[in-house]
C-alpha cells in the first residue's frame, strides 16, 4: 500500500506488485457488435437459424443488411428465408457470369492475385450458405 499525499488531504491507493494500478477487467472479453446484435434478435424471438448463419457469409449479410435493407427500408430479421436464399443466389451469379459485375473480374484475377483471393473466399462462403440453406 503507497500513501499520497494531495495537499492537506491523505489518500491510499492500493497498487499491485508491480507499482502500478490495477487494470480494471482483464478476464472479461468484451463482446462484438454481432454478438450484442444477435443477443437483441433473440430477446425478441427474431433470431432464426438462416439468420444467425449469416455471420459466416460476410459478404451477403452485407448485401442483405446495408443494400437490400437500406432499399426497403426493412431489418435483416424482416426478410423471409426465401427471400434470403434467393438474395444468395444472386450473389453466387455475380461470381459465376460475365454480366458486368466486379465480383466476376476479380475472380479471373484482373485486378490482381489478391482480390482474386478474396473473391474465391467470398464466392465459397456464398456456396456454402446455400448448400447449408437453399434445400430447406
Known sequence: MMD??????????????????????????MKSDKEIWLEGLEKVGRARPII?????????EHQIQFVMGADDEKEVWE?????????????KSKYD???????????MGEYGKD???????????????IKK????
Open 52 to 60: 444467425k448463419g449469416l455471420d459466416k457469409c460476410f459478404v451477403l
Open 97 to 107: 457470369e460475365d454480366i458486368g459485375f466486379d465480383e466476376f473480374d476479380m475472380m
Open 4 to 29: 499520497l499525499v494531495v495537499g492537506t488531504e491523505k489518500r491510499t491507493n492500493n497498487f499491485n506488485r508491480g507499482g502500478q494500478p490495477p487494470q480494471g477487467n482483464r478476464g472479461n472479453k
Open 133 to 136: 440453406w437453399g434445400n430447406k
Open 79 to 91: 426478410y423471409t428465408d426465401q427471400e434470403i436464399i434467393d438474395e444468395a443466389k444472386y450473389m
Open 115 to 129: 482480390d482474386q483471393k478474396i473473391a474465391r473466399k467470398e464466392y465459397n462462403e456464398v456456396k456454402r450458405f
